[in-house]
């Protein structure tokens, strides 16, 4: 069974970190091009962060750009987004999601999600 | 940035009824467009890929066309199951782009 799983998330303070895991399993993960996607409480979709499966090509969203770093062991099966200087504006759920194999850049399998919350 | 606009936000339909969902984006992206299905407290699930090939395992009322700037998701006979929210995203150019959203209602 293809399966993402995330973990991670919780209450954080304003400018606070926090590194967010995602374990991959049922596919070749070493050759998945992977995404990191939120969505805000009561909002839409926002894609976060994109990375090639050798971990060459890596492209952010604007809001998150020099603060979140997405990255992978691919030994471990695992995505990491770890996420620094966190804003209010940051909570959200946050899904690891696999890009379908071939050229489009849709996500086919998608985790559950881990809530990230933002506050004092 | 391409941007992506849906309309309607919101439509409430009776079990049966053709519903349609459109989709706009602010440059064309050919037929690299996407569209998810998303259930309260869940994750969203792919539908639709390339414009109108259904994803494997998703109910035949689902259909979706269009190209360039212009896309249609179309459930054929509405089901209570089919309430839920519904994007569509750009799968050509990044940043991917999500639309703001559709809810489905049942009557």
């Known amino acids: 069974e293809v399966k993402l799983v995330e973990s991670g998330g919780g209450l954080v303070q304003p400018g606070g970190s926090l590194r967010l895991s995602c374990a991959a399993s049922?596919?070749?993960?070493?050759?998945?091009?992977m995404n990191w996607v939120r969505q805000a409480p009561g909002k839409g979709l926002e894609w976060v962060s994109y990375?090639?499966?050798?971990?060459?090509?890596?492209y952010y969203a604007d809001s998150v750009k020099g603060r979140f770093t997405i990255s992978r062991d691919n030994a471990n099966n695992s995505l990491y987004l770890q996420m620094n200087s966190l804003r209010a504006e940051d909570t959200a759920v946050y899904y690891c999601?696999?890009?379908?194999?071939?050229?489009?850049?849709?996500?086919?399998?998608w985790g559950k999600g881990t809530t990230v919350t933002v506050s004092s | 940035d391409i941007q992506m606009t849906q309309s309607p936000s919101s439509v409430s339909a009776s079990v049966g009824d053709r519903v349609s969902i459109t989709c706009r984006a602010s440059q064309g992206v050919s037929r690299w467009l996407a569209w998810y299905q998303q259930k309260p407290g869940k994750a969203p699930k792919v539908l639709i890929y390339e414009a109108s090939s259904l994803q494997s395992g998703v109910p035949s009322r689902f259909s979706a066309s269009g190209s360039g700037t212009d896309f249609t998701l179309t459930i054929s006979s509405l089901q209570p199951e089919d309430s839920a929210s519904y994007y569509c995203q750009q799968a050509t150019t990044f940043p991917l782009t999500f639309g703001g959203g559709t809810k489905v209602e049942i009557k």
């Open positions: 999601a696999k890009k379908f194999a071939a050229r489009s850049y849709h996500m086919d399998v």
């Open positions: 049922g596919f070749t993960f070493s050759t998945s091009e």
């Open positions: 990375v090639t499966g050798s971990g060459k090509t890596i």
